[in-house]
Nanobody, 117 residues
Framework: VQLQASGGGLVQAGGSLSLSCAASGIAFSINSMGWYRQAPGKLRELVALVTSGGLTNYGDSMKGRFTISRDNAKNALYLQMSSLKPEDTAVYYC????????????WGQGTLVTVSS
């Protein structure tokens, strides 16, 4: 399984940025696909996830600013971020949660998002 995230970069506060994640080698059912982030010195946290049924869940500070979407046919995941804040600066990772044994979590390599003030 490979997850290739792209789209990170430098953006000014208040700006927008879109992330993409392309998944390959998927030969199992997926429970959910999502984005997580980790800022320096902080724990990795949920940004947003979407289940196989289309339900979404967002981290509290992302609600209303970020939108997650998924293309099941392409095993692709997207994150549209707007009204970005300096505190959104982090490495963003895409994630797949397997729906069957051994219920593995798969992670991409991460893409850096830097929001300048």
């Amino acid at each position: 399984v490979q997850l290739q995230a792209s789209g990170g970069g430098l953006v000014q506060a208040g700006g927008s940025l879109s992330l993409s994640c392309a998944a390959s080698g998927i030969a199992f059912s997926i429970n959910s696909m999502g984005w997580y982030r980790q800022a320096p010195g902080k724990l990795r946290e949920l940004v947003a996830l979407v289940t196989s049924g289309g339900l979404t869940n967002y981290g509290d500070s992302m609600k209303g600013r970020f939108t997650i979407s998924r293309d099941n046919a392409k095993n692709a995941l997207y994150l549209q971020m707007s009204s970005l804040k300096p505190e959104d600066t982090a490495v963003y990772y895409c994630n797949i949660k397997r729906a069957s044994w051994p219920y593995t979590d798969y992670w991409g390599q991460g893409t850096l998002v830097t929001v300048s003030s």
